[in-house]
């Protein structure tokens, strides 16, 4: 069948508000009319996309595999419509990327700025995103580029090095007096627990480290944001990577690197299937080439030059 950018559109809407109301709302449509369009849409497919209830929707099992293709459609045929009315040579379309708050809040923001300055007529959606979740992302082209440490299956996957960022100690320095990242010194502090997904729990799970125990005893967080906050209350202290400690909420903390050392590789993921459009492909290349690392921590390395490691 034919499937349009408008039908691509009402789908991923219902499916991203799991309400009837909120979605004809967002899309400016009436309700029954909306209701009709996912009824026919679902009849051209032939599959039920939806579970329906009083309160709300919830995708079925079809409808969680579809909804990444959809949106990857989507961007391609928004793309695909802005290069045709853009000039000859300014680069136009869209491109999505996907990281977790310590990329975001460090990496990001002046990478992008000089990305928007060079391409004013590029239209970028930034997803939040942890762990497993953001290889998973670019791997099903929900979006097309990923920043982080690649976790489960990356077939298909390019994976370039950005940075290498090791992992320490991060805490407030009239609470403690720590003078190395040793596993003597860890043992006597409150060390705040990560979750379960997190790329940090993953580098020490691999390294065998026995921080992992160490932070059994800890309050569970599943944010940077949180951590932060609750290092800066006095709450504990955090293992966290070099990239972390570079947040503009660490600013004031202390940062002492683990001893023995443990490495956190930041990588620049996107799929090898497809070729990826002048947006993308720019945008690439701001963080590949051009990567910035003003007001970040001196721990952090660059690679000496460009790599792949996948």
Avoid: W
Avoid at 45 to 66: A, K
């Amino acid at each position: 069948m034919n499937l349009s950018q408008k039908q691509l559109l009402l789908f991923i809407t219902t499916a991203q508000t799991g309400h009837i109301t909120q979605a004809s709302e967002r899309l400016g449509i009436s309700q029954p009319t909306l209701t009709r369009a996912l009824a026919r849409f679902e009849s051209d497919l032939g599959v039920m996309l939806f579970h329906r209830t009083t309160r709300r929707l919830s995708l079925t099992p079809e409808g969680q595999r579809f909804l990444p293709v959809a949106q990857r459609l989507l961007n391609e045929m928004e793309n695909a419509c802005e290069v045709l009315q853009g000039g000859s040579d300014a680069i136009t379309g869209r491109v999505s990327l996907t990281m977790g708050s310590t990329v975001g809040g460090t990496l990001m923001p002046p990478q992008l700025k000089m990305f928007m300055r060079r391409h004013p007529g590029v239209r970028v959606r930034v997803v939040e995103s942890y762990g497993l979740e953001t290889t998973k992302s670019v791997r099903s082209g929900e979006v097309d580029l990923g920043i982080g440490t690649p976790q489960g299956d990356i077939a298909g996957l390019r994976c370039d090095l950005l940075l290498r960022a090791p992992l320490g100690i991060v805490y407030r320095r009239d609470q403690y007096k720590i003078r190395d990242g040793g596993l003597e010194t860890l043992s006597n502090l409150p060390i705040l627990k990560e979750g379960p997904n997190s790329s940090i729990i993953d580098l020490l799970r691999i390294s065998g480290s026995p921080i992992v125990s160490m932070m059994s005893k800890g309050i569970d967080v599943t944010s940077l944001t949180m951590q932060l906050a609750l290092v800066q209350a006095g709450m504990g202290v955090a293992v966290l990577s070099a990239l972390a400690a570079s947040h503009p909420q660490a600013v004031d903390l202390g940062f002492t690197l683990l001893d023995p050392p443990i490495e956190r590789p930041v990588f620049l993921m996107q799929r090898t299937d497809r070729p990826a459009n002048p947006a993308v492909a720019a945008l690439a290349q701001v963080f590949l080439r051009d990567l910035q690392l003003v007001d970040l921590r001196p721990e952090l390395q660059l690679p000496v030059a460009k790599v792949r490691a996948f």
